[in-house]
């Protein structure tokens, strides 16, 4: 497999729930991303790894855990969150955080929280 | 600080029309700009970059942008408008001194037969 691959596409959870999102990527890149998109707002960024280390963590609720055990994988771990959590989770990866040559994204994960 | 605008959230054109989507950008350096698409219920696919080379530059499936640093702009243009071509198209730059990609808030493209 090439690229971006996130897991699973489509999540129904509730909000006592734990689950977490995949994303793995196959292209040898040292960076990886989590975004989060809203209907009817911009793409907000959650947190973002390089070389395996967290450089960011944008004042996101303490409800989503990020870990990446290798530059090839990153997890987002999810429980007790809210229906507003509702969104498509996004995963990207970059050769270098510097991002000059562009991000490579996923398919995403719908999440809905009922 | 760097950000990125994009005027009108909805375009319409017909099909076979030129399309045209707006980009401008704040940077106080020379800027990396970025023009992404996305598809229903997918993920965001690069279309094209600007990376300080030429300033028209080529993307994948006809469409093409031109960097204007006296305007401060990165529209993107395609010739002929096909109902694939419907889809939200996101404008990001990457400047200053911060390494994170800054996007805009996207612009949906619909084409009438």
């Known amino acids: 497999e090439t690229g971006v691959t996130q897991t699973p596409r489509h999540l129904v959870m509730g909000m006592t729930n734990k689950k977490s999102l995949k994303c793995e990527q196959h292209?040898?890149?040292?960076?990886m991303y989590w975004y989060k998109q809203s209907a009817k707002k911009p793409l907000e960024l959650m947190f973002v790894y390089s070389l395996e280390e967290r450089v960011e963590n944008n004042s996101v609720p303490s409800r989503f855990s990020p870990e990446c055990p290798n530059s090839s994988h990153l997890f987002l771990h999810l429980h007790t969150l809210q229906p507003e959590d509702s969104a498509l989770y996004l995963c990207a990866s970059s050769q270098g955080i510097e991002g000059i040559y562009g991000y490579t994204f996923g398919s995403g994960t719908r999440l809905t929280v009922v | 600080a760097q950000s990125v605008t994009q005027l009108g959230s909805h375009v319409s054109v017909s099909e076979g029309a030129l399309v045209l989507l707006r980009c401008n950008y704040s940077s106080s350096v020379p800027p990396y700009l970025f023009w992404y698409v996305q598809y229903p219920n997918q993920g965001l696919q690069l279309l094209l970059k600007y990376t300080s080379a030429a300033t028209l530059v080529k993307g994948i499936n006809g469409f093409e942008a031109e960097f204007k640093k006296s305007e401060t702009s990165f529209h993107l243009t395609k010739p002929s408008a096909h109902m694939s071509d419907a889809a939200e198209y996101f404008c990001a730059v990457r400047g200053d001194s911060s390494y994170k990609l800054i996007f805009g808030s996207g612009t949906r493209l619909l084409v009438r037969p």
């Open positions: 292209l040898g890149h040292n960076a």
